[in-house]
């Protein structure tokens, strides 16, 4: 970690952009316990993912307005009602005017309803096989969501993840730019050698600060950039 700074100057500088250490801790947002995190049930996970599907390449907020008829036509995610939706009905509602009509997004449902089912009928529950997973190989359970989940690769999986309230870093053009500036990772922020590198960074701050990824990630991006809040760092 030679190319890094120290913790207390990274959490120094961005102080300075953000008013004091008081402002700046009211920016920062606070990942959920594995405890609360195993209290979610398994449908409120695949509706993240599949919010966060949606709002990959598109407007956001006309995802966020059209929400509720989502959560209706695909009654409210419910894992086993999604699984026996057989490929006309998923064409069917993929043409419904009252959601975004894209089937190819649409067949992510049923594909990432799959996928939570066979991990809960080996771990109990979704939630719990999240939970479980230490944030210390964050990167890994992003690699899990993009090989055995449907368009969960990328910054998806990870934003999926951080609405529910796992502690995990993100991928923001500002984190980025800090750790290619610092010659952390050169290239491809998504590579293996760049996330593995990107990893052991957050792991050394977590380390100096005892911070939550989610803390460290929003920290990296409030001291750097245009200085402008980030919410959904």
Known sequence: MAHLESFEHLFQRACERKGGPGKLEVLLGKPKSPRQLEKITDDRFLAEFTKKVFQSGFVWRVVRDKWPDFERVFFQFDIDKILLMPDE????????????????????IRDNALMIDAVRREHGSFAKFVAQWPSHDIVGLWAYLKK??????????????RAVGKDTFLLSQDVVGYFTKRDVISGSATSKRSLNAIQAAFNHFHQQSD???????????????????????
């Open 89 to 108: 009905m998923l064409e069917s509602k993929a043409t419904d005017p009252s959601i975004i009509r894209n089937y190819n997004k649409v067949k992510t």
């Open 148 to 161: 055995h989940g449907s368009r969960l690769g990328g910054n998806t999986g990870a934003y999926g993840l």
């Open 211 to 233: 911070r939550s990824f989610q803390e460290i990630s929003q920290i990296i991006s409030f001291s750097v950039g245009d200085n402008h809040i980030q919410a959904d760092n």
